[in-house]
């Protein structure tokens, strides 16, 4: 998970790893830029991360919570590796899964 869009090769550098240990991996973020055309994660789901989330205003956080709250009910990963602190943060509020941040 990431507030950012790909690609970002810090987060295609851990998907990759964890890819070639033979885990599935999706992305949550901002929607890729038009020109990104690698085949690494399973599945990419956008996640409409802007300013008013960041700075956690309570409707944009809770519309935001809730799109995110879906994307784990249905891929239900066994860990969240999340990219940044404002997806940490969201990833611990929604459920117990295990975080790990860089």
């Known amino acids: 998970m990431s507030d950012g869009p790909l690609p970002d090769w810090r ?3 851990a998907a990759i790893s964890s890819k ?35 700075y956690r205003l309570p409707y944009q956080w809770y519309i935001l ?5 879906k994307i784990i009910d249905e891929v239900k990963p066994d860990i969240i590796h999340a990219h940044n602190i ?11 899964y295990r975080c790990c941040l860089r």
């Open 20 to 54: 070639n240990r033979g885990y599935d991996v999706y992305f949550a973020g901002l929607k890729p830029k038009s020109n990104y055309k690698r085949n690494i994660f399973l599945h990419v789901f956008n996640l409409n991360w802007n300013p008013k989330a960041r």
């Open 65 to 69: 919570r809730k799109h995110m709250k």
């Open 11 to 13: 987060i295609e550098k």
């Open 86 to 96: 404002f997806s940490a943060k969201m990833a611990k509020e929604i459920d117990k």
